[in-house]
């Protein structure tokens, strides 16, 4: 549920930090915050501000066509967002090649990295030294990016047109999602930037994510509802878990920032999982919300996951400790991915 208006947002936003910060699991990946709520609304080509109390909008910036994903600064200070073109997966005319950097005290672009040669920038993942890294699905790149400098420091082959990718919070290695092009998760060792892996996925795969402890991966089955959960000790997969109430496949998952939980949303029946990690092949709820459910967010109570449903612009308030869709909210046109900061 929402933050009542005038609430110490800053004494709840410290308790949340030091519960993570005392729980051992700081990810970059999994951000949180006080200060604001930022919104990529891809349909809308815009980058969206809200207050993270009232829900309401404060101010927008067109940051290029389109926005789809986007990395908070470990010090959140920082958004970076991809600029990805003007299609989508497998149709993308327009390539985009460049991912803008947007200061979030003033919410004002400041700045673009260009990453020509390599088109249509997607998966955007950070490290806490504030190393970016983000597939190039065209070009079949995972590019390491010094966001200070501007420039490319590494252009590490995906072999699939790696769409997104999941960073361990240690920054050792990096495991890319291929879609149905190529049918295994490709795995980068980041010291070595070389491809050390590839773990056989039959169906292919959709989005992927890091638990805040470094212990999990997970990926969406492309053809399947179910997650595959891959071990980084191994690199192969753990186990396998089904989607309780999905008829078809899934879209993406993430873990909540303290990792008690991971949550799946399914873009083509409108469906959202939520999984208790501590077992996590036990029951699951099974929420109904908007429509086309693309992205995740997390308030720093713990309490609270927004989802941004792509298809009506709305975004649903869940309360997962009663789990049960409480409200929504006017997000945009057609928002792909949000953060509290």
Same mark, same amino acid.
Request: aromatic share 6%; with cysteine.
């Given at each position: 549920?929402?933050?009542?208006?005038?609430?110490?947002?800053?004494?709840?936003?410290?308790?949340?930090?030091?519960?993570?910060?005392?729980?051992?699991?700081?990810?970059?990946?999994?951000?949180?915050?006080?200060?604001?709520?930022?919104?990529?609304?891809?349909?809308?080509?815009?980058? !969206?501000?809200? &207050?993270?109390?009232?829900?309401?909008?404060?101010?927008?910036? &067109?940051?290029?066509?389109?926005?789809?994903?986007?990395?908070?600064?470990?010090?959140?200070?920082?958004?970076?967002?991809?600029?990805?073109?003007?299609?989508?997966?497998?149709?993308?005319?327009?390539?985009?090649?460049?991912?803008?950097?947007? &200061?979030?005290?003033?919410?004002?672009?400041?700045?673009?990295?260009?990453?020509?040669?390599?088109?249509?920038?997607?998966?955007?993942?950070?490290?806490?030294?504030?190393?970016?890294?983000?597939?190039?699905?065209?070009?079949?790149?995972?590019?390491?990016?010094?966001?200070?400098?501007?420039?490319?420091?590494?252009?590490?082959?995906?072999?699939?047109?790696?769409?997104?990718?999941?960073?361990?919070?240690?920054?050792?290695?990096?495991?890319?999602?291929?879609?149905?092009?190529?049918?295994?998760?490709?795995?980068?060792?980041?010291?070595? !930037?070389?491809?050390?892996?590839?773990?056989?996925?039959?169906?292919?795969?959709?989005?992927?994510?890091?638990?805040?402890?470094?212990?999990?991966?997970?990926?969406?089955?492309?053809? +399947?509802?179910?997650?595959?959960?891959?071990?980084?000790?191994?690199?192969?997969?753990?186990?396998?878990?089904?989607? +309780?109430?999905?008829?078809?496949?899934?879209?993406?998952?993430?873990?909540?920032?303290?990792?008690?939980?991971?949550?799946?949303?399914?873009?083509? +029946?409108?469906?959202?999982?939520?999984?208790? =990690?501590?077992?996590?092949?036990?029951?699951?709820?099974?929420?109904?919300?908007?429509?086309?459910?693309?992205?995740?967010?997390?308030?720093?109570?713990?309490? =609270?996951?927004?989802?941004?449903?792509?298809? &009506?612009?709305?975004?649903?308030?869940?309360?997962?400790?009663?789990?049960?869709?409480?409200?929504?909210?006017?997000?945009?046109?057609?928002?792909?991915?949000?953060?509290?900061?």
């Amino acid at each position: 549920m929402a933050i009542p208006k005038g609430f110490p947002l800053a004494l709840t936003g410290l308790a949340a930090v030091a519960l993570v910060f005392a729980a051992g699991r700081v990810d970059p990946n999994n951000p949180t915050g006080t200060h604001g709520l930022i919104l990529i609304d891809k349909i809308g080509r815009h980058v !969206r501000f809200f &207050d993270p109390g009232t829900f309401q909008e404060i101010s927008n910036l &067109d940051v290029g066509v389109a926005p789809h994903d986007l990395a908070i600064s470990p010090d959140h200070r920082t958004a970076y967002v991809p600029v990805y073109g003007d299609g989508v997966y497998g149709r993308n005319p327009h390539p985009g090649h460049t991912i803008a950097i947007i &200061d979030l005290a003033s919410r004002r672009v400041t700045g673009t990295i260009d990453v020509s040669p390599y088109q249509a920038p997607h998966g955007i993942q950070i490290d806490a030294k504030g190393t970016i890294y983000v597939t190039c699905d065209i070009s079949r790149k995972l590019l390491v990016m010094n966001p200070q400098a501007r420039k490319i420091e590494a252009a590490l082959d995906t072999e699939g047109t790696g769409h997104w990718a999941a960073v361990l919070p240690d920054a050792s290695k990096a495991y890319v999602a291929n879609k149905n092009d190529r049918k295994f998760v490709t795995v980068i060792d980041l010291k070595k !930037r070389a491809i050390i892996g590839r773990i056989p996925a039959p169906n292919g795969t959709q989005g992927i994510a890091a638990s805040p402890d470094g212990k999990r991966v997970v990926v969406v089955d492309y053809a +399947e509802p179910k997650v595959l959960v891959i071990d980084p000790a191994t690199d192969r997969v753990a186990s396998t878990v089904p989607l +309780e109430g999905n008829a078809k496949a899934a879209f993406k998952p993430r873990f909540s920032p303290d990792g008690s939980k991971l949550l799946v949303c399914n873009m083509s +029946e409108g469906l959202l999982n939520i999984i208790d =990690t501590a077992d996590i092949h036990g029951k699951q709820q099974v929420l109904k919300v908007g429509k086309d459910p693309m992205g995740f967010a997390f308030a720093p109570d713990g309490k =609270t996951a927004l989802i941004a449903n792509h298809g &009506d612009g709305t975004v649903s308030v869940v309360d997962l400790s009663e789990g049960r869709v409480v409200s929504s909210f006017k997000g945009g046109a057609g928002i792909e991915s949000l953060a509290y900061y």
